[in-house]
């Protein structure tokens, strides 16, 4: 449609298709470019309400001093890229210039759905090892799926001796990560209360971590007993990991379709010992298949599926 009388056609597009557009984008980057070719834009991008915050910069060790955490390399990671937008300047330091996920997403009233894109996974694995894993959280971590296996050719180590805590290994590694990306999240959870969904992931897809309503409700009934403390929230990198109970299944070499082999193919569910309902046997059995089945698809989900028809091993872990 041609404009009439000199009128702009694209402002007769109403508010709410702009919008629905705006969630579609998601990218936080690409939304505050566009809140620079209007003042409408400007006005309507901060009532998007599905949002994309990625980090695309990686931090070498050598940026950092002897007394930065994993999450300052984190939190220099979502700066830089965001200010080069507004500035020339060099960035500042993280360790005087406080500026948080939490922070950088005030300039947004309604957020409804989150999720936060590392740059790479935080597990560093011995060669040809490759870990997935998937977590999910309420005040704490309420389950964790853990696949683990070699590439074809890195031979298949038993359950046995070094086998065993090897995998122990992996297991507490990942639960470490999930814990850290979970208390990098609290302060987004505190200052967003209409959040219904909140995920962080990695390009690698190494590992996600997933709070859910009810999850998000119960973070934040949480938050309000808390004691808030020096206000530097990269100096206690992550949430305390429950008692928790393991459940191994391993099979020394699992082969799935298309010719893909799997050497010393470990499934590990992990739930809190405590979960305030006590279950069977069977029931135990098939909760843990259930939050297999969830966790992954495509061949990493046709691993899991054989992986569970295999033996399993009970193992249980303190609070850490």
């Known amino acids: 449609m041609l404009p009439i009388d000199g009128d702009d056609g694209f402002d007769r597009v109403p508010d709410s298709l702009v919008l629905l557009i705006f969630n579609q984008i998601s990218d936080i980057r690409t939304l505050i470019r566009c809140q620079a070719v209007s003042k409408r834009f400007n ?33 220099r990671s979502i700066l830089k890229p965001l200010y080069d937008l507004v500035s020339h300047k060099p960035l500042p330091d993280p360790t005087r210039y406080q500026k948080s996920p939490g922070q950088i997403l005030r300039g947004f009233e309604r957020i409804r759905e989150l999720e936060i894109e590392l740059p790479s996974g935080d597990l560093r694995l011995e060669k040809g090892a490759v870990i997935r894993w998937r977590a999910e959280f309420g005040k704490t971590l309420r389950s964790c799926v853990i696949l683990g296996f070699r590439g074809s050719g890195g ?37 967003h209360g209409e959040i219904g969904r909140l995920v962080v992931r990695d390009q690698e897809e190494e590992g996600t971590v997933v709070m859910e309503r009810d999850g998000l409700m119960e973070c934040r009934e949480e938050e309000e007993t808390e004691e808030v403390g020096d206000g530097l ?40 010992t405590t979960t305030g309902t006590a279950e069977t046997e069977a029931e135990e059995q098939c909760g843990d298949a259930a939050l297999a089945f969830g966790a992954f698809d495509g061949v990493y989900g046709a691993a899991v599926e054989k992986l569970l028809k295999s033996r399993s091993y009970l193992l249980e872990m303190n609070s850490f």
């Open 233 to 272: 929230w990269w100096r206690s990198n992550r949430t305390t990991v429950p008692a928790v109970r393991m459940r191994m299944r391993h099979v020394p070499r699992l082969q799935l379709a298309g010719g893909i082999q799997m050497e010393g193919a470990t499934l590990v569910v992990v739930r809190p």
């Open 43 to 75: 006005s309507l991008v901060p009532q998007a309400d599905t949002l994309l915050l990625r980090v695309d910069r990686v931090v070498s060790a050598g940026e950092l001093d002897d007394s930065d955490s994993l999450l300052v390399t984190f939190l």
């Open 155 to 191: 031979g298949a180590a038993d359950l046995s001796g070094g086998g065993l805590k090897m995998r122990v290994v992996w297991t507490i590694s990942a639960l470490i990560a999930a814990s850290a990306r979970h208390y990098m999240l609290k302060e987004v959870v505190r200052e």
